[in-house]
């Protein structure tokens, strides 16, 4: 018989699955801004899996202030990540990652575990022109 593993089998949590951190959008373009503007996005996902997830850091450039949704995102429902870019130290067109970690984390944990590691991308455009 195969080994199964003894998370898989038992314990208060069996019925859980793994989570899945879905973007609605994975790419959106500000398209042409003035320097010094600071446009604004939000970045929806689902959970898409089976189990709740919670986001742990989300980073891109210094030039991008980021804050997104800090409670548990359960099974089939959205959350957000907001993103406001500074344009003021840039110019010419710039294509931005954000980088999502994220955890699978049921309701009696305390703390996630670093196997239940999730790794998402989104990503942004935008052309920074000199104002007139």
């Known amino acids: 018989a195969d080994h199964i ?6 314990g208060p949590n069996f019925q859980f699955g793994d989570p899945s951190l879905e973007f609605e959008e994975q790419f959106h373009d500000f398209g042409q801004i003035v320097k010094g503007e600071k446009p604004k996005h939000t970045f929806a996902f689902y959970n898409r899996g089976t ?3 919670i986001i742990d850091m989300v980073s ?3 030039c991008t202030e980021l ?5 548990l995102v359960y099974p ?15 110019e010419g067109e710039q294509e931005v990652t954000m980088d999502v970690i994220a955890y699978k ?4 944990q305390e703390e996630p575990l670093e196997e239940d590691m999730i790794l998402a991308q989104a990503r942004f455009r935008v052309f920074v022109k000199e104002k007139e």
Do not use: F, N, Q
């Open 51 to 53: 189990a709740p997830l």
């Open 60 to 62: 891109a450039c210094e």
């Open 67 to 71: 804050d997104w949704t800090r409670s």
């Open 76 to 90: 089939g429902k959205k959350g957000h990540i907001y993103v406001e870019y500074d344009s003021s130290d840039r």
């Open 5 to 10: 593993p003894a998370r898989a089998v038992g």
């Open 105 to 108: 984390m049921l309701p009696d």
